[in-house]
């Protein structure tokens, strides 16, 4: 629908930036030798890990590689889960 | 522009081709290989250019392979001319294979030419890594066949997209030309063609070689529908 309606009002993105966009990430893969699918089990060992101390929401999880010049960082952003365990 | 003496080595051994870009073709006796395998000596596989007597081709061998020279044999060779040259330019053969290891080998200094699409992007991200892990970085880039009409309207890579991507020094943005097709039907560098603006990029790029700062060319498109009707109406305007 989205799609739909940003060709409608012709906001269709520009292919250089979607070629830039696709491009971020592939070179981020080819340079770490990470594949997607590890990029995944990755994910699943450290809801693992994380939930034996916390509660956390696995279905939120969102792990990314992102680039600055020639920095790259492994960006998790890790919900805590919102039945807080409080101190009675 | 002071005249250097230059050595072109064409290193896509069984695809030769700068002795055609060149017009050489028919002054070919010997190449690289038979300088590799000892039936000449270096300078007798060195065809001087027509115009530019400071200019030389060592052409490729175009019935072998790559294997049928070494990344020691292109150090040997260069060390060879080092002292009688200024510059010895090493063309190297797409792929990640034998021909970039030779080219790579003997290198000072390593240009990486790429179009501002996503393959040839992604190639050159790949060969910016193996420079480096060579320690012949840092590589800097040529930006080639610029289409400024597609970048304009969103439609091609601009400049900044790829440097970004690529985290590299910029050395040249070479627009597309049509130029460059006819020089090479005649056998004449596009350097040499008048008002090309190809041309134009690539002398700028060797004065930026030689350490002269040189700004960036301007390419945006000039010949759009739209801007041949502007000049059109200006002109009536008058």
């Keep these: ?88 | 522009m002071n005249a250097k003496v230059v050595t072109i080595s064409d290193g896509d051994i069984g695809l030769r081709n700068l002795d055609v870009i060149l017009g050489l073709e028919n002054r070919i006796v010997y190449d690289i290989v038979d300088v590799v395998e000892g039936r000449c000596r270096i300078r007798q596989a060195m065809i001087r250019d027509k115009r530019l007597p400071e200019l030389f081709l060592i052409p490729a061998a175009q019935t072998r392979d790559k294997s049928a020279v070494s990344p020691s044999d292109m150090i040997r060779l260069c060390e060879e001319l080092r002292d009688e040259m200024d510059w010895i330019i090493i063309d190297s053969p797409a792929g990640i294979e034998r021909g970039f290891r030779n080219a790579l080998a003997p290198a000072d200094l390593v240009l990486v030419v790429t179009n501002p699409e996503v393959s040839s992007v992604r190639d050159a991200d790949r060969i910016i890594g193996l420079v480096e892990a060579e320690e012949k970085g840092p590589a800097q880039l040529i930006l080639n066949r610029v289409n400024p009409a597609l970048t304009k309207r969103g439609d091609m890579l601009s400049t900044e997209d790829v440097l970004e991507l690529l985290a590299i020094k910029l050395i040249g943005v070479v627009p597309e030309d049509e130029s460059v097709i006819v020089a090479s039907n005649r056998g004449q560098p596009v350097t040499f063609a008048n008002n090309s603006k190809a041309g134009q990029a690539f002398h700028n790029i060797a004065k930026r070689l030689l350490g002269e700062e040189v700004p960036f060319m301007n390419i945006e498109a000039n010949n759009g529908i739209m801007n041949k009707l502007a000049k059109m109406m200006k002109f009536r305007g008058d």
């Design chain 1, 1 to 88: 629908m989205d799609n739909f309606l940003e060709k409608l009002f012709g906001k269709e993105k520009k292919s250089a930036n979607t070629a830039k966009e696709r491009l971020k990430l592939v070179l981020i893969h080819d340079r770490t030798d990470i594949t997607p699918g590890q990029l995944e089990s990755l994910k699943n060992e450290l809801i693992d890990v994380i939930s034996k101390y916390i509660h956390i929401e696995p279905n939120k999880v969102k792990i990314n590689m992102t680039q600055e010049g020639k920095e790259h960082r492994l960006i998790a952003d890790i919900p805590i889960s919102s039945t807080p365990n409080r101190r009675k």
